[in-house]
């Protein structure tokens, strides 16, 4: 760990300290008070050196800590790679995507210029042209609907 990062912990570690020490001295003052009106000492307080963890805690606080933050940069590391993942993902389906309404709309284009000319005496109704113009429109617009909210949902 640099300079800063040692200081820094070891104050955190020197505050809990202290207040383990406060927590241990108001158990041990207090009591449970029995039927007989006598004061038995606290079954929650420790008793013996061994059991007083406010001395032990500091270097057991320093572990848990480290602990801690290793798994801490472990969980942001993987959610780092999920993400990569996702937006890797993501960029592939929306390329594709663009290139299929691209296709699709250069279609109409051609159709609808064929049908203009009359190429090769190519000749669709007029109900079957206003069809086929309507449902390509909407079916792009959709699916730019669905792509634009899949790409910048509230969740990820």
Do not use: C
């Not at 039927?35 to 805690?57: F, N």
């Not at 284009?109 to 090769?120: K, N, P, S, Y």
């Amino acid at each position: 760990m640099s300079e800063p990062e040692s200081s820094q912990l070891k104050k955190r570690i020197a505050e809990l300290s202290k207040l383990f020490e406060g927590i241990d001295r108001v158990a041990n003052s207090q009591g449970v008070e029995t039927v007989q009106g006598t004061v038995e000492p606290d079954p929650l307080v420790p008793h013996d050196e061994e059991e007083d963890l406010g001395r032990a805690y500091p270097a057991a606080l320093s572990s848990v800590q480290e602990a801690r933050d290793a798994a801490e940069i472990e969980k942001l590391g993987e959610v780092t790679r999920q993400t990569r993942r996702v937006n890797v993902a993501r960029l592939i389906i929306l390329g594709s995507l663009f290139f299929l309404i691209v296709l699709w709309i250069v279609s109409v284009i051609l159709i609808t210029v064929a049908q203009g000319f009359q190429w090769r005496r190519f000749m669709l109704g007029d109900a079957v042209m206003i069809t086929y113009i309507t449902t390509t429109t909407a079916s792009v617009f959709g699916l730019f609907h669905i792509a634009a909210k899949w790409l910048f949902s509230k969740d990820s």
